[in-house]
C-alpha cells in the first residue's frame, strides 16, 4: 500500500506543466466587440433593502475615494492621478470585491447541506466570481507591488467585511447581492475612466496603451499573444460588467428559489 502510494506519489511530480498554466473555473471569454460594448446604466433602487444598498455603497465610495486619492479629472484640473495611485485604487477595490462571492457561495453551499437539496447552480457562478476577482487583483500585483501600511489596511478591511457580509447574507442575501450589483456599477465607472486616462496622451498611464501584458492575463483572458495592459483592463471591466448583471439578477425577490441562469463559462 505504502510503495502504491509513494509510486503515485512520484508520478504526479513527473507530470510536465506549462509554466504559465492557470488552476481556474470555467469563466467568460470576450471577443473585441464585446470589450468595447459596456453598459453603464444604473438600476434604479425600488425597495427600502435597494435604496440601503445604494447609499452604503455610495457612502463606502466616498471614503474610498478620499483614501486611494482619487480624483476624476475634468478639463478644467492640472493635476492627473498617478500610476501607484491607479493602482492602490483598484488593488483595493479588488480585495473588497472578491470577498461577496465566495461568502455567499460558502453560505449557500452550507445551506445546501443543511437542507439536504441542491442549489440550483448558484454556488458555482458565486465562486467563480471571487476567483475572477482575485485574479484582477494578481494581475495588478504585476505591475506593482503595495506597502506595508497598504497591506495592513487590507487585513484590517477585509475583517470587517467579510463579518459584516457574512452576517448581513445569513439574514437579507438579496440585499447583500443588491450591494455588490452596485458595487460594480462603480467598478465599471472606475474602469471605464482608467481606460480613458490609458488612452488619454500625457496621462501617467499613458505607456499602457504598449505595454505588454503577461502570459497569465493572455491566457486567462484568451487575449491576442501582443495584447497591452489596456485590452487587459478592458476585459477586467467587460468582468465588472458581467458580475454587475448577474448580481442585480440575484437580488430580485423571484430568483431566490429559482435556477441560475447562468451556466459555467456564460
Known sequence: MNRHLSKLIQKSFSIQTKPTQNYTMPHPIWNKPELEQVNLEHKPALTFGDHFAYYFIQS??????????????????????????????????????????????????????????????????????????????LTFLNIKKPSLIFRTGVVLAQTWYVALF???????????????????????????????????????IHSWTTRKANEHSIEYWGLDNDATLLDVVKAIRKDEEHHKDVNHYFADDYTQSKPNPFPPGK
Open 60 to 137: 463606502m465610495r466616498v471614503g474610498f475615494d478620499v483614501m486611494s486619492g482619487y480624483k476624476k479629472i475634468t478639463p478644467f484640473q492640472s493635476e492627473l492621478v498617478s500610476e501607484k495611485k491607479w493602482i492602490n485604487r483598484v488593488l483595493f477595490l479588488e480585495t473588497v470585491a472578491g470577498v461577496p462571492g465566495f461568502v455567499a457561495g460558502m453560505h449557500r453551499h452550507l445551506r445546501s447541506l443543511r437542507g439536504m437539496k441542491r442549489d440550483q447552480g448558484w454556488i458555482h457562478t458565486l465562486l467563480e466570481e471571487a476567483e475572477n476577482e482575485r485574479i484582477h487583483l
Open 166 to 204: 457574512g452576517v448581513a447574507y445569513m439574514f437579507w442575501p438579496r440585499v447583500c447581492h443588491r450591494i455588490v450589483g452596485y458595487l460594480e456599477e462603480e467598478a465599471v465607472k472606475t474602469y471605464t475612466h482608467m481606460i480613458h486616462e490609458i488612452e488619454r496622451e500625457g496621462s501617467p
